[in-house]
T-cell receptor
Framework: RKEVEQDPGPFNVPEGATVAFNCTYS??????FFWYRQDCRKEPKLLMS???SGNEDGRFTAQLNRASQYISLLIRDSKLSDSATYLC????????????FGTGTRLKVLA | GAGVSQSPSNKVTEKGKDVELRCDPI?????LYWYRQSLGQGLEFLIY????????KSGLPSDRFSAERTGGSVSTLTIQRTQQEDSAVYLC????????????FGPGTRLTVL
């Protein structure tokens, strides 16, 4: 089993739609969680950190479920510019530097 | 401010040749990481430098891979006797320190081994 698993997609959604991605992780000791965004042939860029209580940044909402070991990302009112690959990132254990990346979920927002 | 820079942006080499990839981290960042991303794959951790501590080389796939970081700043990843399976995008990231600090990525070096 992979340490971090994501549905590769692609998710094809119309503009204005709400879309949600899930990510599961295998190491129950993981402490830090992030969503990164990667555009085609570009480097990953931090979208948002994921906190235990859940957090929101504009149209984006991230949730963490430690009991079930999954992280979610919700995008409301999708824009064409949201089209990208969304990478789920987990740190290996408490305070460690090693990022474990999922293979990413592709999102295409259609006009 | 300036972000993480990497050079070259693209490198095409013949099987068996050695290559050097360079990373300039963000000024003031003490932690530096190398990752590899193969087509359709997630990012794979290669090596980590933190200040003057011994690097964590646990992710290096073989002894053909090595990296150094001079003066706590610039880093060079060297691949000796390149193989076709080494073809990938090599990404460098830096952060203020280890732990929970956000890693910022450079644009990567796309390596193609013919």
């Amino acid at each position: 089993r992979k340490e971090v698993e994501q549905d590769p997609g692609p998710f094809n959604v119309p503009e204005g739609a709400t879309v949600a991605f899930n990510c599961t992780y295998s190491n129950s000791a993981s402490q830090s969680f992030f969503w990164y965004r990667q555009d085609c042939r570009k480097e990953p860029k931090l979208l948002m950190s994921v906190y235990s209580s859940g957090n929101e940044d504009g149209r984006f909402t991230a949730q963490l479920n430690r009991a079930s070991q999954y992280i979610s990302l919700l995008i409301r009112d999708s824009k064409l510019s949201d089209s990208a690959t969304y990478l789920c990132v987990v740190t290996a254990t408490s305070g460690t530097y090693k990022y474990i990346f999922g293979t990413g979920t592709r999102l295409k927002v259609l006009a | 401010g300036a972000g993480v820079s990497q050079s070259p942006s693209n490198k095409v080499t013949e099987k068996g040749k050695d290559v050097e990839l360079r990373c300039d981290p963000i000024s003031g960042h003490t932690a530096l990481y190398w990752y590899r991303q193969s087509l359709g794959q997630g990012l794979e951790f290669l090596i980590y430098f933190q200040g003057n501590s011994a690097p964590d080389k646990s992710g290096l796939p073989s002894d053909r891979f090595s990296a150094e970081r001079t003066g706590g700043s610039v880093s060079t990843l060297t691949i000796q006797r390149t193989q076709q399976e080494d073809s990938a995008v090599y990404l460098c990231a830096s952060s203020f320190s280890s732990g929970k600090n956000t890693q910022y990525f450079g644009p990567g070096t796309r390596l193609t081994v013919l």
